[in-house]
């Protein structure tokens, strides 16, 4: 059923989860957990700076590979999915940042969205409040817009 299609992940699936809503309009819910998608904005604040050194040169070497792998942060315009963002406050891994902006730019932009940031956890919830807490928000959001007539 068409109109009961979600999408959703958490780290690289919060990543493929901005990419494919800013790709592809059929889906009619989203939560992207703990993800990225202006990735020169983390740029030395997660624990990846000597791969992107590596992979890709400095953002200011190879400005068109940097904008390339932001594609759902300058492509925000093309997505029209109600989206949910979660993230942990002290994330190193994905820092809370890409959820941030994600979260502004849809707002910004009159797409239905919230953010969600747990205080006092890393990339993998560990209290046990925040991790009901997640699930029923999970819940919620897709039950609200996938739920069926």
Known sequence: MPERLGIG???????????????DTRFKA?????????????????QYTMQYNNELGAPWENTEAWVN?????????????????????SDFN???IGSEQMYQALNTLGVPTELVIYPDQFHILTHPSYVHDRMLRYFGWFNKYLKAD
């Open 69 to 89: 792998i932001s594609y759902p942060f300058f492509h925000a315009d093309r997505i029209i999915t109600p989206t949910l963002f979660i993230s942990g406050e």
């Open 9 to 23: 992940g958490w780290s690289y699936g919060g990543i493929l989860t901005d990419y494919t809503i800013a790709s």
């Open 30 to 46: 989203a939560m992207s957990g703990a993800g990225m998608a202006h990735f020169a904005a983390a740029y030395g604040g997660d």
């Open 94 to 96: 994905v820092p809370v």
